[in-house]
């Protein structure tokens, strides 16, 4: 590969969203004198009286939690979407708004008030998977749905409201902007290719080895070439499966494992339970043919120099492109040395 | 206007970058146990002798800043982007890359270490809007440089590494995504309609009367219809001019009053200097016909529900689409009271 990515400022291509990332290589080295973020407290109980997810508490809506043991799903008490909600569009001349339909859901991947998925057993891990799986399933299976986004926010400074380890399903009736944009590109190569685009790109990464952390018999785990985030990684199945619920049972594991040595990775980074949002792009559920579709899952973690310090995405990256300082492959070097 | 768009959840669709944003009114009440915000102090010095940008200081590199009275302009010592770095491309399969040129600045607002444009006097921010206009002149004639983008990211809330009041430029040989888009929208519109896509938008905006939160005779401060963030403001020139370096004297003056108006409602909001990052669109430099562009200036401030809450742009936001939880027209009423 060209040495001057390693050197000199340049942007990168996003096959997926056809959208371009600033790399400024040369620009690690400045000093820090901004925000610190809180170093979050580890030390949690393993039920915590006070927390609406642990086994048999209230939540806010009076509802009493059953007494899980390994993962509980519910539907989001401040659902951003509903199915209840009128049917509406609003098209006077530059106003243009439509009504969205939809479900949200809560997936807490275990009682233990103390774990995140980096603590947690491969074992444990693939009960998460399972009840994805079984999620998309079912709310794709839903009229109304033709969407379905699982992800997770991991940590205060991502948002995330409560400690108790658990993710999100947003499902709903249209597709959301980036989904389009993956949608479209993938289509487009599918068309001309006659291969899924991951698939290609898949293989030429494993053939040119920078950027690659971790592999086992079915999922890769990898730095993409055009990743924003300092430590953004991307998990891609060997196999051009359009979404989770086409995983046989092994693949299943397979993947549990993959996400397992990721976030642990992670953790060893800066020696602290790593925030992070991570997500999974998988094809629709309008009915439609979705074979270009190659199903992929993606963590967006903030911090860059140590656990109090990351990157921030704004005034630049808000009104121009994503920009980051350190390369992919020096990302992906230091992510390799610490898979166990 | 439909009234559903103030209780149930759509998506409203952006006329600049044609995406979407989804709305979701009901979801304001939901309870928050998540990340507090540190609120910054606001005792600061009028000169800070730690302070790199404060006048008389020495920066990092030895430079000694002059002892300036007003705006001070100055080459970033850690560009982003640098015009002595080579030229190149990668063209590798699905790899996909180029060299990357421009010029980064920093300008300093003012010398008083204390202030930020919220508390400066029209006159003062009107020496700011020349800068800005001589600046984007001056970078623009670069033959190296097509797009030349002003923003300020304020508070450390927002990546401002330094409260000095200071704002940045960003001047590049390619359009970045964001202007992309905006470029692509604003001249498929223009080659329809003879007319701007902004000044009918206005003409719409004034009409409807429910997102203006102030007008003098150049200029209107409003709520975009498709706002993401919860008090996201534009200031959009009632003439079509396709970048700042056109206004005349008057105009200038008008456009710092209107800088000033909302910078100070913003601080009135929750009693606090209102951190922000806010940019400035405008014509590509790349000497061609520019006429479809109508420049504005952009406010995305991430406060949500007080000094310390902010709206967190994470998981579904990064791998779906933006979210907000109050509408825009709640967002306006709430700004425009507060104007003086
Ligand atoms: O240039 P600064 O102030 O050091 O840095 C700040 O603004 C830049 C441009 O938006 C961002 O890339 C940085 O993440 C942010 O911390
Ligand atoms: O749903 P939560 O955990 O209350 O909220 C969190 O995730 C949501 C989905 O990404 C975001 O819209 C919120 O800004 C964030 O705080």
Redesign the interface.
């Known amino acids: ?2 040495n ?2 390693q050197d ?6 996003n ?1 997926l969203t056809g ?2 990332v ?3 290589p ?2 690690a ?7 610190n973020e ?1 170093v979050s407290n580890d030390n949690r109980p393993a039920h915590d009286p006070d927390c609406y997810l642990c086994a048999g508490n209230t939540r ?1 809506n009076g509802e009493e939690n059953p007494d899980y043991k390994d993962v509980f799903v519910f539907t989001n ?6 199915t209840t ?2 049917v ?1 569009s ?1 098209d ?11 479900i949200c859901k809560v997936i807490c991947f275990s009682p233990d008030h103390s774990k995140s998925l980096a603590d947690m057993e491969v074992e444990d891990i693939t009960k998460v998977v399972k009840t994805w799986q079984a999620e998309y399933e079912l709310l794709g299976s839903n009229e109304a749905i033709n969407y379905v ?1 699982i ?3 991991k940590g ?7 400690p108790h380890p658990h993710g ?1 399903i ?1 499902s709903q009736s ?1 597709l ?4 389009e944009k993956k949608d479209h590109h993938q289509k487009a190569y599918f068309d001309a290719h006659k291969s899924s ?1 991951l698939s ?2 898949l293989k ?1 990464e494993l053939q ?1 080895n920078e950027r690659i952390i971790y592999q086992n018999n079915d999922f890769v785990v990898l730095t993409p ?1 055009w990743a924003v985030w300092p430590f953004e990684t991307m998990i891609v199945p060997r196999h051009n499966y359009t979404n989770i619920s086409e995983l046989s049972e092994a693949e299943s594991v397979a993947f549990a494992d993959a996400i397992s040595k990721i976030t642990k990775a992670y953790d060893a980074l800066f020696q602290v339970s790593f925030p992070y ?3 999974i ?1 998988q094809a629709p559920t309008n009915g439609q043919n979705n074979a270009h579709w190659h199903w992929h899952m ?1 963590f ?1 973690p903030p911090l860059l120099r140590s656990a109090t310090v990351k990157k ?5 990256e ?6 980051r ?1 350190i390369t992919a492959e020096q990302a992906a070097d230091r992510l390799r040395a610490l898979v166990v």
């Not at 008490?77 to 509903?82: E, H, V």
């Not at 959301?176 to 989904?179: F, G, K, Y």
């Not at 921030?312 to 630049?316: D, I, K, L, S």
Request: include cysteine; proline fraction near 4%; charge should be negative.
């Open positions: 590969m060209d001057n990515l000199y400022s340049h942007k990168r291509y096959i959208e371009w600033l790399v400024s040369h620009r080295k400045r000093p820090w004198q901004g925000q809180a806010i008490d401040f659902a951003a979407l509903q909600s009128p509406f609003v006077e001349g530059l106003f243009k708004a439509e009504s969205e339909q939809g986004q992800f997770e926010n205060a400074v991502m948002g995330c409201s409560n999100q947003w249209t959301p902007n980036e989904v685009l290609d790109y030429q040119a070439f949002s991570s997500g792009h993606s967006y921030f995405m704004v005034g630049y808000m009104f121009g492109s994503p920009q300082d």
